[in-house]
């Protein structure tokens, strides 16, 4: 089930706090649990096994290394299970096809592909629970004894299929005593709908520019449409994407949780650095917690920094889809965070002007090689933007996006940060945003183009 | 105070989950012009395929309270956006309205693949192939600026001259100033029709007959399905021609008619319908009595419809097949019967998505 629905909005929400709140305390996270399974099967029936594959191996897992504390041996083996098991489940399922086209490309074989569907937000869910085993582990935390709150956990709904990505630890308390109060409610409600409307009405409406972009391809594409065209996927994934994530914030804090922030106004930067602490936050967070700094971090000489470096950048690149462009992808930023850190960022406190131009060429540029799979494809859109194709689509693209691109580049700025701050403001604010609810439910109910963006992660 | 919109946003939720709840459910939408989804029936093997959340899905969509206020509030949005395109049809000067497409689907290459093989099958046949192209490549003056709509016509060119289809498109460029297309609909007029007669005609080697001599009608506030999809707002309605000649019997699907124009039609919101009345896998016209009939046969799309009737001057027999709805052997039909002409003609947007052209091969 995706939010940016009738079904979703209209019936399921209304339906789960509903039951959440008539529901005594004891056994919310049972209802919590079984409406998480609803939303989960909704799409793909089948995949709720692997659902409580999850919530079970990891459960075995934890609770083995808390009983066995004092067996450092027999705590390692439980922890190499879940981990072969989470990773095993992600590979399966996500990167099985990847490693087979490979293998044909290498030695010209003919195996045939699976082409399994994606479990939905798997990416996530594994990752959640490898690192909760993990945390057992490290005596950060204590297992979970109750398979009911454990499994609420792992399938939370709001978080499930889109980030951000919650760690065991930061909800613990939240899981076992949840207060909403009426302030808090209205919080949610506030980041639901701001939420909703970035997806349904910016991130959908401009994405409709980058479609038609890709579908002229670079043969026909002007220098300038093709530009244009980056700037609006650039724009779509992010509006969709902390579309999502305010989304899930949102209905947290309606049911007495506390998810982490996970973006930040990334489109402000003046570096790569500096836009990688503002985009998908956790992601960036779980991959320093449980990736680079295990390996050593920083502290081991830069040689094996920059080898960690890699690491995590290869492996970034490879957890947003499984195929070459994404690797691509994945290194282009470690090339650019590594020359940052070296020379860049020195030269860039003194001439904030070349480090926004730099950021967004950079940034551009970035999310040609994340949006075009097909690697010939990407060269020659690339070569379009540098070498000068004339054409007038751009003017139609202006003709018909202008609006909604200043709308995007508005909102991608903290503007209505700032003016909440302006007592009178707030009514204004309220009003609109009622505004933006009617007609995002005219959008939704009238849904010719509603894409859903994670089917790769 | 400061908690009133989560309580007036609970208020709306609740209130839409009842009004939803208790309103009565539509089988069709006279304002969509579509039928709409209905409460599916469950069983084990849709649920487990996904068939059944989704058609749960598409109920709930398509029978949400308002809906009719909620779609024409969108189409309201997107005009008042000054967007020059919705759901799909690009709004062009002077009330054109035109299906957007900025590439060619990849059916259109199999269906050229079906179309030389069908013409290499029956070589020995007297056989034409046309195919039209839409108002947005005859009228592409007309479209938004800069819009990067397909080239229809250099398309369709590069195949005649591959393929030996015959030209008309050529003819209809030439004479574009005598409205060959409707602007709220994806069919040309009575007078695109007939210039297309006329050069299938020439072709054949015979005679068209003049327009004026056929006896043209018309009808009053047409508005087609262009118009439906994109609702531009104060739209003029259009006049649509016909004629109806004298004919023995036309037998439809199961039913007989003594006229090639569905009276009914004319009258109700779908007037193009009126030709032939409407689409059917396999029709015949018995135009008059004669011991040994001249037969054609006309392999089309809802083009013909309108270019049909023309036909009637020079054929005793017309035997219409349109793909999307025939389910028998086209091989049997040809080789069975003593067709002077075979006549392929399909529209291009039609052609290019149609995936019935592979039934020729049957």
């Known amino acids: 089930m995706v939010f940016s629905s009738v079904l979703f909005v209209f019936k399921f929400l209304p339906i789960a706090l509903l039951l959440l709140f008539l529901t005594p305390k004891r056994h919310r996270n049972a209802v919590l649990l079984a409406l998480s399974l609803i939303f989960y099967a909704w799409g793909e029936v089948k995949y709720i096994s692997i659902m409580f594959a999850s919530i079970f191996i990891d459960y075995f897992c934890s609770n083995g290394i808390e009983n066995h504390r004092d067996d450092k041996k027999r705590t390692r083996v439980y922890l190499s299970i879940s981990i072969l098991m989470n990773l095993g489940l ?105 939420g909703l409307a970035s997806k349904v009405l910016l991130a959908n409406n401009i994405g409709m520019l980058w479609d038609d972009v890709l579908l002229l391809g670079p043969q026909r594409i002007s220098t300038l449409g093709a530009w244009l065209g980056l700037v609006a996927f650039g724009m779509q994934i992010y509006f969709d994407f902390s579309g999502y994530s305010l989304m899930a914030i949102g209905m947290g804090k309606m049911m007495g949780f506390e998810f982490p922030q996970n973006f930040n106004y990334p489109y402000i930067s003046k570096s790569m650095t500096e836009f990688w602490s503002r985009w998908h936050m956790t992601l960036g967070t779980w991959f320093r917690d449980y990736v680079y700094i295990p390996l ?58 070349v480090a926004r131009s730099y950021f967004i060429v950079g940034i551009l540029i970035g999310w040609a090689i994340f949006a075009i799979p097909d690697l010939s494809l990407l060269g020659s859109y690339l070569l379009v933007l540098f070498r000068f194709n004339p054409g007038l689509d751009w003017v139609y693209f202006l003709r018909n996006y202008a609006l909604i691109l200043v709308l995007c580049i508005v909102f991608s700025m903290p503007i209505i940060n700032r003016l909440k701050k302006i007592r009178w403001m707030n009514p204004l604010l309220n009003l609109g945003m009622s505004i933006a609810f009617v007609i995002v439910v005219a959008y939704l109910v009238d849904s010719t183009y509603n894409p859903f963006l994670y089917f790769r992660f | ?129 046309l195919l039209t192209p839409n108002s947005d490549a005859v009228y592409s003056e007309k479209l938004p600026v800069g819009t990067p709509q397909f080239d229809q016509i250099a398309q369709i060119k590069q195949w005649e001259d591959e393929l030996g289809f015959l030209n008309v498109s050529d003819k209809l460029v030439q004479q574009k100033d005598s409205s060959l297309y409707y602007l709220s609909d994806h069919h040309w007029t009575l007078d695109g029709a007939y210039l297309a007669y006329q050069a299938v005609m020439e072709s054949w080697g015979l005679i068209p007959m003049d327009l004026d001599s056929f006896d043209v009608k018309e009808v009053e506030g047409f508005l087609g399905t262009y118009y439906n999809k994109a609702r531009p707002k104060d739209y003029p309605s259009e006049t649509l021609g016909y004629i109806d000649p004298q004919i023995v019997s036309y037998l439809a699907g199961d039913k007989i008619h003594d ?79 003593d067709y002077k002409q075979i006549l392929y003609l399909q529209n291009f947007n039609q052609f290019s998505l149609d995936v019935n052209v592979a039934k020729l091969r049957y």
């Open chain 2, 1 to 129: 105070m400061k908690t009133l919109p989560s309580k007036l946003f609970l208020l709306v939720l609740a209130a839409l989950f009842i009004a939803d709840s208790v309103k009565p459910v539509r089988a069709f939408s006279d304002f969509e012009k579509r039928a709409l989804a209905q409460f599916p029936r469950f069983d084990l093997s849709s649920l487990i395929d996904n068939d059944y959340t989704k058609d749960l899905e598409s109920y709930i969509n398509d029978q949400f309270f308002g809906r009719d206020f909620w779609v024409s509030l969108k189409s309201s949005i997107e005009t008042g956006l000054g967007k020059s395109e919705n759901n799909g049809i690009l709004l062009g000067s002077d009330h054109y309205l035109f299906e957007k497409n900025f590439t060619l689907p990849q059916q259109a290459i199999l269906n050229i693949g079906y179309l030389k093989e069908f013409k290499e099958l029956y070589a020995d046949f007297p056989l034409t192939i």
């Open chain 2, 259 to 337: 006229s090639l124009i569905d009276k009914d039609a004319l009258g109700s919101s779908d007037k193009y319908g009126a030709f032939l009345h409407g689409n059917h896998g396999y029709a015949q016209i018995i135009v008059r009595e004669t011991l040994i009939p001249n037969r054609i046969l006309v392999i089309k799309d809802s083009y013909a419809n309108s270019l049909i009737p023309f036909l009637t001057s020079h054929f005793d027999v017309i035997d219409v097949v349109d793909l999307r709805h025939f389910n028998g052997s086209l091989k049997t039909l040809i080789t069975g019967s």
């Open chain 1, 90 to 194: 992600l590979f399966f399922f996500k990167y099985s096809d990847f490693v087979i086209r490979s293998i044909n490309l290498l030695f010209q074989s003919d195996l045939p592909l699976l082409n399994l569907t994606l479990p939905l937000g798997i990416s996530f869910y594994t990752f959640q629970t490898m690192s909760y085993t993990f945390d057992v582990y490290r005596g950060n935390l204590k297992a979970e004894r109750n398979i009911i709150d454990f499994g609420a956990f792992v399938c939370l709904f709001p978080q499930l299929i889109a980030g951000p990505i919650v760690t065991y630890g930061q909800i613990a308390k939240e899981l076992k005593e949840r207060v909403v109060t009426w302030a808090k409610f209205n919080d949610g409600v506030m980041l639901f709908l701001a």
């Open chain 1, 296 to 353: 050593g971090g920083n502290r081991k000489g830069i040689k094996t920094q920059l080898r960690n470096l890699f690491i995590v950048w290869f492996l970034t690149g490879l957890w947003h889809g499984a195929d070459y462009n994404f690797v691509l992808w994945g290194l282009y930023f470690f090339v650019l965070l590594t020359l940052e850190k070296l020379v860049l960022l020195k030269y860039f406190k003194n001439h904030p002007a």
